[in-house]
């Protein structure tokens, strides 16, 4: 079992930045590769960014050159870094695991970009 818990969700405007953080504890030594989505409806995630073996990256296209995933295995943490943050990217953002057998989700931290 692998859990996770995110954080750093919070109310911004246009333009400015915000790093939110996954938290992963259990058996963190299965984790293959970790990403994030943003929940955009009560039905729909759209995918953000992930990364795997430490160092390969992959992103949305909504969001490469503004977003920065980032992962410290050694604390068991995952960072995304926004920047120039749009109204678009507005919804509740979703860490998620991934072992050779299953995958897992957080509950999601909650970014509101508003003027």
């Known amino acids: 079992q692998i859990q996770l818990v995110e954080s750093g969700g919070a109310l911004v405007q246009p333009g400015e930045s915000l790093r939110v953080s996954c938290s992963a504890s259990?058996?963190?030594?299965?984790?293959?590769?970790m990403a994030w989505f943003r929940q955009a409806s009560e039905t729909h995630r759209d995918f953000v960014a992930a990364i795997q073996g430490g160092n390969i990256t992959n992103y949305a296209g909504a969001v490469k050159g503004r977003f920065t995933i980032t992962r410290d295995s050694a604390a068991n943490m995952l960072y995304l870094q926004m920047n120039n943050l749009k109204k678009a990217d507005t919804g509740g953002y979703l860490c998620?695991?991934?072992?050779?057998?299953?995958?897992?989700w957080g509950q999601g931290t909650q970014v509101t970009v508003s003027s």
């Open positions: 259990g058996r963190v030594g299965d984790i293959t590769a």
């Open positions: 998620t695991a991934f072992t050779k057998g299953r995958q897992y």
